[in-house]
C-alpha cells in the first residue's frame, strides 16, 4: 500500500509564489519518476512537470521559467516551486510517482491565483 499526499496550496495573487510538495510513503520499492499535474474546473487533468529519478526534467510549455520541479529521493518527496503565478494557474494540483509497481496518485493541493 502505497499513500500520496500533496500540500502547499492556498490562495495567492497573481504574481506570486508558492511551493507544493508531495510524499509517498508505504511500500514503494522504487521510483522511476515522478510528476505533477493539474486539473482546472470542466478541463481535463494536465501534466505540469515531470522529473526522472535521475534528475531529467520536463515542462509544460505554459509554465516554462516559472516552475521548477525538484525532488529528494531520500525522502521520497517531490516539490513543485511555483513563482510569477497567473490566474490561468488555477487548478487542483496533483502528484504522480511511478515506479515497478505502477503509477501512484495523491488527492490533489487547491491553488487559486486570484486578486
Not at 18 to 43: F, T
Amino acid at each position: 500500500q502505497v499513500h500520496v499526499v500533496e500540500s502547499g496550496g492556498g490562495l495567492v495573487q497573481p504574481g506570486g509564489s508558492l511551493r507544493l510538495s508531495c510524499a509517498a510513503s508505504g511500500s514503494i520499492s522504487e521510483i522511476v519518476a515522478m510528476r505533477w499535474y493539474r486539473q482546472a474546473p470542466e478541463k481535463q487533468r494536465e501534466m505540469v512537470a515531470h522529473i526522472t529519478s535521475g534528475g531529467n526534467t520536463v515542462y509544460k510549455d505554459s509554465v516554462k521559467g516559472r516552475f521548477t520541479i525538484s525532488r529528494d529521493i531520500a525522502k521520497n518527496t517531490v516539490y513543485l516551486q511555483m513563482n510569477s503565478l497567473k490566474p490561468e494557474d488555477t487548478a487542483v494540483y496533483f502528484c504522480n510517482f511511478i515506479g515497478p509497481g505502477g503509477a501512484y496518485w495523491g488527492q490533489g493541493t487547491q491553488v487559486t491565483v486570484s486578486s
